[in-house]
C-alpha cells in the first residue's frame, strides 16, 4: 500500500497522459477503513464468531459509518480484540465485493470505491 499527497496528484495526470490510451482508475480513499468493517457488520461476525451482531447492526450511529469522525475508537470499543493490521486480515476476507453494493455494506465510500473498481475492469475487459 502507498500513501499519495495530494500536491502529487499533478503527477499522475502527467504519467496518464504520457501513456497514451492507458486504462487509469484513481480512487483515494478518504475515510478510515474502520467505516467499511462497521458498514458491514455481518464481515466483522464473520471474521469474530464472538461478536454481538445484533445488538450493534441496527444502532444509529451505525447507519451511516462514513459520518463518524472516529471509526477506528468505535470499532475498538464494540470489538475489544481489534488490531488495525490482524482485524484488517481477518475482517477484509468477508467484505462482500458483490453483495455489498446492494445496500448490504452501509458505507457509502465503500460502494463507490468498489463500483469504481468493478467499472474499470468492465471498461478494460470490453478491449
Same mark, same amino acid.
Given at each position: 500500500m502507498f500513501s499519495l499527497k495530494l500536491s502529487e496528484n499533478h503527477k499522475l495526470k502527467e504519467i496518464y497522459f504520457q501513456n497514451g490510451?492507458?486504462?487509469?482508475l484513481i480512487r483515494i480513499v478518504?475515510?478510515?477503513?474502520?467505516?467499511?468493517?462497521?458498514?458491514?457488520?455481518?464481515? !466483522?461476525?464473520? /471474521?469474530?464468531?464472538s461478536f454481538k451482531?445484533?445488538?450493534?447492526? *441496527?444502532k444509529k450511529k451505525f447507519r451511516e459509518p462514513d459520518i463518524?469522525?472516529?471509526?477506528?475508537e468505535e470499532i475498538e470499543k464494540i470489538l475489544p480484540e481489534?488490531?488495525? !493490521?490482524?482485524? /484488517?486480515?481477518?475482517i477484509s476476507q468477508y467484505l462482500d465485493v458483490? *453483495?455489498?453494493l446492494?445496500?448490504?455494506?452501509?458505507?457509502e465510500s465503500y460502494k463507490q470505491f468498489?463500483?469504481?473498481?468493478?467499472?474499470?475492469?468492465?471498461?478494460f475487459s470490453q478491449k
Open positions: 490510451d492507458c486504462k487509469v478518504c475515510r478510515e477503513l474502520e467505516s467499511w468493517y462497521l458498514g458491514d457488520m455481518q464481515a !466483522i461476525q464473520q /471474521a469474530y464468531p451482531l445484533d445488538k450493534y447492526t *441496527n463518524m469522525n472516529n471509526a477506528a481489534f488490531k488495525k !493490521i490482524n482485524s /484488517a486480515k481477518l458483490v *453483495n455489498g446492494k445496500n448490504k455494506n452501509k458505507s468498489i463500483k469504481g473498481v468493478q467499472k474499470f475492469f468492465e471498461e
